[in-house]
């Protein structure tokens, strides 16, 4: 089992950047995939950008030069760095785990983040 938690979601404007946190416990954090999901209102969970065991990364094209995934596998955290935000971004964001791309196989609780125009 592992456990995530995330942390860093909030209200920001258009343009602006916001630094998502997740924390993760429970097993061998290097041995998984670490990824990102975000569900808008009335919409499907859509995958964002994951990261390997060894840190190599990949984005949906609709983040690509905007976020950056990276992970600290001393810390057992993963960070999603979402710079130049829009509206479109708002959604809640979730982390995840899994030992095969794309990470699906642990979540954690979701965290709300707003962009306003």
């Known amino acids: 089992q592992v456990q995530l938690v995330e942390s860093g979601g909030g209200l920001v404007q258009a343009g602006d950047s916001l630094r998502l946190s997740c924390a993760a416990s429970g097993r061998t954090f290097s041995n998984y995939h670490m990824g990102w999901f975000r569900q808008a209102p009335g919409k499907e969970r859509e995958f964002v950008a994951a990261?390997?065991?060894?840190?190599?990364?990949y984005y949906r094209d609709f983040v690509k030069g905007r976020f950056t995934i990276s992970r600290d596998n001393s810390k057992n955290t993963v960070v999603l760095q979402m710079n130049s935000l829009k509206p479109e971004d708002t959604a809640v964001y979730y982390c995840?785990?899994?030992?095969?791309?794309?990470?699906?196989?642990?979540w954690g609780q979701g965290i709300q983040v707003t962009v306003s125009s």
């Open positions: 990261i390997d065991w060894s840190g190599n990364s």
């Open positions: 995840a785990a899994g030992l095969r791309p794309p990470p699906s196989q642990y």
